[in-house]
């Protein structure tokens, strides 16, 4: 699976995109085909009335499933590739967007060009900043709407109004109702709110101050509600607490942080979304290569859980970027399979990077690289392959198996 967006489940099938084509599974090897190649390097989706809605480039495009449902919604004509972020929210398409006339806004689509337009023009100014070697000005009158979650019938999402940086909003689905939630952090700067994710009743993010650095706090919605939740790396120098989206499980957010000394390791934590109930899993992780086990973004890998445990790409110690498993234990939390064996001429481990995890509860569909080959010019290349992990009636380590191989990454 290719290209950052994590698959969706529609209609019973899984969609994703793999060799830069969107691809949908009903979990067989013959079942799993692609279903076009006009929309290939999409870069998010979501699901509006039994559709699959994508955003490529400046267009808004729409499938059920089958080529011939799958076509063009509207362009914005924008001379950059503007679309970013896609959410459905009271019976509508939230999104991130620019046009000719107005620089990167919050917009909203009934699934139809007509009713495809600017929402909000967050940012009615420009402001300027230094820019380039010679000291010249630059402009900038982008709100820049991104992060964004629905709870509670409410949509959160963090933007820059060129006053109070970039914060906390939502929205109840009109102009009027979209505003800031709180000013975190006062002044320009902003504390740029990460990674919003629902734990009970209430949201939790990661952003920052000069008091704590980026650490956990937690809102719901109301400015007095939204509030410091602990300090996981005590002091100003921040835990780096950015993953919290990638694991839920048993009402519980699993995420990691930097370790308090070392910027190199990490530790698991687990939260319900108190202060008292916010605890360490498992110490002394190494941050590469480790899905929810990784303090850096690049690496951050979607979870899945099947039989009330967690499934995630980690790394310890002595094996890259493989695929393990939590059941909120310290002694349950450990490697499943490493599935890419062997290591390369400098003696580092090979990794999987097992990534873009998606369920139906009862397996788990994932993508991962499975085999290490040398291209004619000498350059390393690993192939990639969709992977199922299903229930096993005779251990209670789940059966892995590689669905779909790929010709190459």
């Not at 459905?88 to 398409?93: D, R």
């Not at 009970?200 to 939740?229: C, I, Q």
Request: charged share 20%.
């Amino acid at each position: 699976p290719y290209n950052g967006s994590i698959p969706i489940v529609l209609n019973g099938h899984f969609f994703f995109f793999a060799d830069r084509e969107l691809w949908r599974s009903n979990g067989t090897k013959a079942g799993t085909v692609p279903v076009t190649a006009q929309i290939s390097g999409a870069i998010g989706y979501a699901v509006l009335n039994n559709n699959l809605y994508l955003l490529k480039g400046d267009s808004l495009w729409r499938t059920d499933g089958s080529t011939a449902g799958t076509g063009e919604v509207a362009s914005l004509n924008s001379p950059n590739d503007s679309f970013t972020g896609l959410v459905a929210f009271k019976g509508s398409l939230y999104f991130q967007a620019s046009d000719p006339l107005h620089d990167s806004e919050l917009w909203v689509s009934d699934g139809t060009a007509e009713g495809t337009r600017l929402f909000k023009d967050i940012k009615t100014f420009d402001t300027t900043y230094p820019c380039g070697i010679y000291g010249e000005v630059c402009t900038d009158s982008n709100s820049l709407p991104k992060n964004f979650m629905v709870h509670n019938n409410t949509l959160y999402f963090s933007a820059n109004d060129g006053v109070h940086g970039r914060e906390l909003w939502k929205s109840d689905g009109t102009p009027a109702g979209t505003v800031m939630v709180r000013d975190l952090r006062l002044g320009p700067e902003g504390s740029g709110p990460l990674y919003l994710v629902a734990v009970g009743n209430h949201l939790l993010f990661s952003a920052y101050d000069e008091v704590h650095g980026s650490e956990l706090w937690r809102t719901d919605g109301t400015h007095d509600g939204t509030f410091f939740l602990k300090d996981l790396v005590p002091g100003a120098k921040s835990s780096d607490a950015l993953h919290l989206f990638a694991a839920k499980m048993n009402d519980e957010l699993y995420f990691t942080t930097r370790s308090v000394s070392s910027d190199s390791a990490g530790n698991l934590w687990k939260t319900d979304g108190t202060s008292n109930g916010t605890t360490v899993v498992k110490y002394g992780l190494n941050s590469a290569y480790s899905g929810i086990f990784n303090t850096y973004s690049y690496y951050v890998s979607k979870s899945a859980v099947l039989d009330g445990r967690l499934y995630s790409a980690g790394y310890l110690q002595d094996n890259n970027g493989e695929l393990w498993v939590t059941d909120g234990t310290s002694s349950g939390t450990y490697q499943v399979k490493d599935i890419l064996p062997g290591v390369d001429e400098y003696g580092h481990p090979y990794s999987s990077i097992p990534r873009r995890f998606v369920t139906n509860g009862d397996f788990i569909l994932f993508g991962a690289n499975y085999e290490v080959y040398t291209t004619p010019e000498g350059s390393t290349r690993y192939k990639a392959g969709l992977f199922k992990l299903e229930r096993s009636t005779a251990t209670v380590i789940p059966f892995l198996q590689l669905l779909l191989p790929t010709s190459g990454q």
